[in-house]
């Protein structure tokens, strides 16, 4: 009897002459919160609905030491999911669809969830039809979080919500982490993953490609810089810590690790800065700009 919640081990699913998983392996012990992130189309949902047993696969797939296809109904009675797309019944009010999910799970105390409710600002009692994407999401949100199970499995669960509404969500995680709960988070928000994830796995064309600690993948922290000087900054282009330089209508754009912002801003510090932005790179983003470049290099 295995001690990880997750074991993944050379994991395949093909739908027709499609391989959309080629060989997975991916491991989540109690306690710890993985990361599962990658570009769209890269194989998490496919991988996630796998755990949940809701697709079968070749390879072995474990969850709580069960097999994830054959004992999907023990291994449900000790897990909470939340899709990123969430459909609801629509003459149903929120409240009852929370209450409903509860029940199946046969959890008894609802005073948490009333807590939830309160802190996420929705009101339980108009109609899911009626509801916007994101209220759509609390719901969903709410649900999950109120059940008292030792796995959560977080599919893009902030899509549809407020800055502030992510916030009050990693603030439910990290009370999660304190209780020993183990979570997956797949996300295509990388300040989540780096402010909640003790590791993470990288995933594209059905591979996972890198895994370990955010701060071990340095070209995952980057930001694109846009700005513009008074007069032309020569050598800008040729700095090594400079990537994806071009100049488009006066401006100057490039993408930079977070960590030599200080080195930049040093370099600039003879020219007159008419325009600064900077803004953290989408995933979608770093993963075009790390992997192509690393495809070129081949």
Not at 263 to 282: C, G, K, P, W, Y
Request: one cysteine or more; charged letters at 30%.
């Amino acid at each position: 009897m295995t001690n990880k919640i997750l074991e993944l081990k050379d994991v395949t699913k093909s739908y027709g002459n499609f391989q959309a998983l080629k060989g997975i392996d991916l491991d989540l012990n109690p306690g710890e919160i993985l990361g599962f992130i990658g570009p769209n189309g890269a194989g998490k949902t496919t991988t996630i609905r796998i755990i949940l047993g809701l697709i079968k696969c070749e390879g072995i797939c474990k969850v709580f030491g069960l097999d994830a296809w054959k004992d999907s109904v023990e291994i449900h009675k000790k897990l909470s999911y939340l899709p990123g797309d969430v459909n609801l019944w629509p003459n149903l009010t929120g409240g009852e669809v929370i209450d409903f999910f509860l029940s199946l799970s046969k959890e008894r105390d609802r005073s948490y969830k009333n807590q939830l409710i309160k802190k996420f600002d929705l009101d339980p009692s108009k109609k899911c039809k009626t509801y916007s994407k994101g209220n759509r999401q609390k719901v969903a949100l709410i649900s999950a979080l109120s059940s008292e199970v030792d796995l959560y499995i977080f599919d893009e669960p902030t899509s549809g919500l407020d800055p502030l509404m992510e916030s009050l969500f990693q603030e439910e995680v990290r009370k999660l982490k304190d209780k020993g709960k183990t979570i997956l988070l797949s996300s295509h928000i990388l300040s989540e993953v780096e402010r909640l994830c003790d590791s993470i796995n990288i995933i594209k064309d059905g591979k996972i490609i890198e895994k370990g600690e955010l701060k071990e993948m340095r070209h995952l922290s980057m930001s694109n810089i846009t700005l513009s000087t008074k007069d032309p900054v020569e050598g800008l282009e040729n700095l090594a810590f400079v990537r994806d330089y071009a100049f488009v209508n006066g401006y100057v754009n490039f993408k930079i690790e977070n960590e030599k912002i200080g080195d930049l801003l040093t370099f600039l510090n003879t020219h007159e800065i008419q325009f600064f932005e900077s803004r953290q790179a989408s995933l979608e983003e770093l993963f075009m700009s790390h992997y192509e470049r690393e495809k070129h290099n081949v």
